[in-house]
């Protein structure tokens, strides 16, 4: 029997590239001035294009006197483009779906078909074309790397696919990225550890709150989940480790990784790049140029400050985003780890000027609840949403009081009814729990709705 010939394996780099810093070391390390004078090109060629291509953007322009040739410096970029915010994109795609007159090209261009939760009320349609669907991806890949995640890593994505923008920039990432990617989509919990224990990815891809939840179920079947091959987590769309310490130190015990965060809009792009330091993320600045207003003012206001993040994207040619409102409160410093230039967004979002809270991974905003709670027959205007931990998952419970003239043995099934709405509606089930009549509390001024429940260091700042 002759003997078995041992293969060495094949690798994307070499020992000394994979030990590089940098993905991209000459756009990280950038300098200022380099930086500003790149964005003012880009901003002056895309709000030619957009006026060009986009009806909706020609429109604005024209309305607001406007002219593209107008912007000769970013003050100029700041001072005379007119702001936009998410409602004005979904209106005229409600009058006129699936896009209305936004795209900037042809639909036999677009590739890909995305869209926000929709838990402002409506969804926001997102067309890709075959440009933006790489562009997405790349500053995931700038993240994994600065992270110490190699292209011979492989990702296990534990979450089942849909329409949804964000995770479709994390497999578009992974696949820029180079590396070898398992879908777990259709699998349940005990289903994705299994794939895990028998797979051997060593990169998990999961809100925090679930990989957590994956782990504490791992432990009721015996099996520990820092002993496994996974060495990094990566998360998103919730708060997550670079935001809050406390979730940081839970997800690195509970699997005996590292935990990594990326910040992103689904509409824009995954432009928050994890930082090596783990306390923020780095605005990729190849894909966007941003900038921090006062929310109530919409006065620039300087770095060091919190303020709301206002973006414009390089990367949508499909459906441009210029000077968008995110209403994500921020505070830019400058620069990361290991001599990066790129605006840094200290400790992630800070809060959100129309207050969105993450249950399950999906934002729930207080005034679509409230739309929801009025459309169901029987229940009242008075109602709290409570906000608590059960285990590693935040929760979210409506307590309503019902209408006088229902009988109190037809409450649970109005509860099923409120319940049920809200499900089909925001994509998240939040538990709906009948109280007595004038048990709840009345405020003369202005109704306080939320009642946080969770331990402080689980909270996010909302100091403005």
Same mark, same amino acid.
């Given at each position: 029997?002759?003997e ?24 990280e ?7 500003d ?13 957009? !006026? ?8 604005h ?74 562009? !997405? ?64 990815p ?41 935001a ?15 935990s ?63 000077? !968008? ?28 000027t129309?207050?969105?809270?993450t ?22 205007s ?13 929760r ?69």
């Amino acid at each position: 029997m002759s003997e078995q010939r041992q293969y060495a394996p094949i690798t994307h780099f070499t020992a000394r590239a994979r030990a590089a810093k940098y993905w991209n070391r000459y756009t990280e390390t950038m300098p200022r001035e380099t930086l500003d004078a790149l964005h003012l090109k880009k901003l002056r060629l895309l709000l030619r294009y957009a !006026y060009e291509h986009s009806a909706f953007y020609r429109q604005h322009f024209d309305k607001a006197g406007f002219e593209p040739d107008d912007v000769l410096s970013l003050a100029d970029f700041k001072r005379l483009v007119p702001i936009t915010d998410k409602t004005d994109f979904v209106h005229t795609q409600q009058e006129h779906p699936p896009y209305g007159n936004t795209a900037a090209l042809p639909l036999e261009m677009i590739v890909h078909h995305s869209e926000t939760s929709g838990t402002t009320g409506f969804p926001l349609a997102i067309p890709y074309s075959a440009y933006d669907t790489e562009r !997405y991806g790349e500053p995931w890949c700038h993240a994994f790397w600065a992270l110490g995640i190699r292209p011979e890593d492989s990702f296990y994505f534990a979450f089942n696919w849909g329409n949804f923008a964000g995770l479709w920039s994390t497999y578009w990432g992974v696949r820029r990225f180079g590396a070898r990617l398992i879908s777990g989509g259709g699998s349940d919990t005990e289903g994705h550890i299994q794939n895990i224990l028998r797979l051997n990815p060593t990169v998990l891809c999961a809100t925090p709150t679930y990989a957590l939840r994956m782990a504490e179920v791992a432990a009721e079947m015996g099996h520990d989940m820092s002993q496994s091959s996974i060495r990094f987590t990566v998360g998103g769309g919730e708060p997550g480790p670079f935001a809050l310490p406390a979730m940081r130190t839970a997800l690195d015990a509970a699997w005996g990784a590292q935990s990594c965060d990326q910040m992103g809009i689904a509409e824009i792009d995954a432009f928050g790049v994890g930082d090596a330091l783990r306390d923020g993320v780095l605005v990729d600045e190849m894909n966007v140029f941003c900038w921090s207003v006062d929310p109530d003012t919409m006065v620039e206001i300087p770095d060091g400050e919190i303020g709301e993040n206002i973006v414009t994207s390089y990367v949508n040619s499909a459906q441009p985003l210029i000077n !968008y409102r995110t209403h994500d409160l921020v505070r830019r410093t400058s620069g990361g780890a290991d001599g990066r230039t790129w605006v840094k967004l200290e400790g992630v979002i800070l809060g959100r000027t129309d207050f969105m809270i993450t249950v399950r991974g999906v934002n729930v905003y207080p005034t679509a609840v409230d739309n929801l709670v009025a459309e169901v027959e029987g229940v009242s205007s008075h109602y709290q949403l409570v906000l608590s931990k059960d285990g590693a998952v935040d929760r979210m419970e409506v307590r309503f009081e019902p209408e006088k003239s229902i009988l109190e043995a037809d409450w649970p099934a109005l509860s099923d009814r409120l319940q049920d709405h809200i499900r089909k509606s925001l994509k998240v089930r939040l538990d709906c729990v009948p109280v007595a009549l004038e048990s709840l509390p009345r405020f003369e001024l202005k109704t306080q709705r939320i009642v946080d429940k969770r331990p402080k260091e689980l909270r996010r700042a909302l100091d403005r």
